[in-house]
Structure formats: C-alpha cells, structure tokens
C-alpha cells in the first residue's frame, strides 16, 4: 500500500506517469465515468479549504465513487480529544482511500501509519502540499512543454507556502532548473530548503527583493498569498501582506510566454486586471486539480485505466 505524503515519495517515473494519466483523462474524461464505482473517499479536513476538499470530491465523484468525511476539525471528534492516529484508524474502516488537511505538520504522515488505507496529504501546516505540486506540474509542463531547463521565480510568502516548499523540492529533479525566491526577509524560503534541497543538488538560486527587477528573466512566475493564518502577530500580517501586487502593467515587464501560476485563494497579490491575460493559469490550475486528483485516486487504488485496460500500478 503506498501514501502521498511528500512530493518525494514518488519516484520521478511515478510522478510523470501520474501527470500523464491527468492528461490523458482530461481529453476524455467521460471515459473515466465508472473506474471507482464502489469506492469511498474520506476527506478529514481539519483546517479550511475551497479547492483541495471540493476537487477531491469532485475527482471521487467523476470517477463513479462516493465521498464521506468533515470539513473542520470541529465538526469531529477531535473536539474530544480524538488523535489523529485514532481517526484514521477508525476512517479507514469506513473508506478505500483517505484524503486529510491538518494545520500541525506530520499529521497526515502521522494517520498513514495507522490507516489500512492510502493516505493522501492535502496540506499540512506550513510544510507539504504534495497533490498541488501535481497540479503545479502538470500546468507548467502544458504552458512549457517541459519541466527542465526553466528559471521560475517563486514571489510572496516563501517562509510558511507549503505549496512552494513541495514543488522547490519536486523541480530540483529535472535538469538545468533555477531559482529566483522573491520575498522580504522575514518570509524568505526556510533555511532547511537551502541546506537540504538545494545545496545537495547544487540547484542556482537567488533571494531577491524586487518583483520587477526580476520578472524579466524568468520562464514561469509563482506567486503566493501571505499566510495569515500562520503569523503569531497580527501586527507583522498586516505590514508584508501587501508587499508584492501583480498587476497588468508590472506583467509587461515579462515575456509573452511566461506563465503566471498561483495556487489560489489569492487576496491582494494578483490583482484582477491580470486575469484577462493568456499568462494566467491560475484558473487552469484549478480544473487540472480535477484531473490530477482522479488519476492520483487511480494510481493508489490501482484502477484500471480504460484507455490501456491495464491497473494503474505505481512502481
Ligand atoms: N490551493 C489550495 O490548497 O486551496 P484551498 O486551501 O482552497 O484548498
């Protein structure tokens, strides 16, 4: 039985097959209509989501499987002091496949070890965000064609984006990829990153501070929200969350080609003149959640593909 804890426990192999069985669904997603009849997805959702639980949702749903779970810690028994390690031994009588948010880091991994089924990280803490890595890819490898040799600039809040920490950690393994992380000191990309990321790969990479200074050089452009539910001090919040604005004039500054991705929500960053742009794919993000999420189901289920008429088997 194999989990989707962190972006690295899937080989590189793993990894693209799961991206092109996304594609290959997302031109012909009815085909995929009764793959999971039968099955059950939990979503534990300890902390807030629009996108991840919805898609997960949507993913067991297009797939002919049905859906079960919470969407706050307080609509569980957690409120009675439940461990996660209890939860999902329980959940995992009730479904074929776990997907769990929790705001403490190592949650997720912390349920895979007692669940007798799959368990997906949909997000813990400031840590991993592994499924919107996916989606991250597979939107860079349609607007690219590839996902080696690029310079993607990460702007925003580096410090506590989960989602940057995954996909820095996911592109260090194709060839000839650099970095420019943009951010004010205080939410600069964590130290361990640096030291057991990118050094060990020897991946180039720079801090900046200036957006426009940079948007020039770069292949794709990342831009993230400032965390407010990760401050202790509502006081630092307020001075850096507007700190970097993307507007339609700054977008000039960049080539034609580049695509602008965010993993949404967004509240000040982008803003809404930019959404008008063929750069953006923040939105193109989103529907390829769908897909990237029913091939993942697919993949740790082991379904069969009714385009091969094979199980998907991970490696
Ligand atoms: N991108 C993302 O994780 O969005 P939600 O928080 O709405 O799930």
Redesign the pocket.
């Known amino acids: 039985m194999r989990h989707l804890i962190d972006p690295m426990d899937f080989t590189d192999k793993e990894t693209l097959m799961v991206l092109d069985l996304a594609d290959r669904i997302a031109a012909n997603p009815s085909q995929y209509s009764h793959v999971a009849e039968g099955k059950k997805l939990a979503t534990l959702f300890y902390e807030p ?5 919805l898609s997960f949702e949507s993913a067991m749903l297009s797939l002919g499987g049905t859906t079960l779970g919470f969407s706050g810690a307080d609509q569980s028994s957690a409120t009675k002091g439940e461990t996660v390690a209890d939860t999902a031994r329980v959940v995992s009588c009730y479904a074929d496949i776990i997907a769990m948010r929790h705001p403490k880091e190592g949650a997720p991994l912390r349920a895979s070890m007692f669940s007798r089924v799959p368990v997906i990280n949909a ?1 813990d803490g400031g840590h991993n ?1 592994p499924t ?1 890595t996916l989606i991250d890819l597979m939107t860079i490898r349609q607007r690219k064609n590839r996902l080696d040799h690029l310079t993607i600039g990460f702007c925003g809040d580096l410090k506590f984006g989960r989602t940057v920490h995954s996909l820095v950690n996911s592109l260090v393994r194709y060839p000839d990829n650099q970095f420019y992380f943009i951010s004010p000191e205080e939410l600069r990309i964590p130290d361990y990153l640096i030291e057991d990321t990118l050094k060990p790969t020897a991946t180039p990479y720079q801090e900046v501070t200036s957006l426009e200074d940079t948007l020039p050089k770069l292949d794709v452009l990342y831009m993230t929200r400032v965390q407010k539910e990760r401050f202790f001090n509502e006081e630092d919040y307020i001075r850096l969350k507007g700190i970097y604005t993307l507007t339609a004039d700054k977008l000039q500054l960049a080539s034609n080609n580049m695509p602008v991705l965010h ?3 967004r509240v000040d960053e982008i803003s809404i003149d930019v959404d008008m742009d063929k750069r953006a794919a923040y939105f193109d993000q989103v529907q390829n959640g769908v897909y990237v999420r029913m091939a993942l189901i697919m993949a740790l289920l082991g379904l069969t593909d009714p385009q091969t008429g094979k199980e998907v088997a991970l490696c």
């Open positions: 989501s629009t996108r991840t639980r997000g965000h919107q993993p949404l929500p």
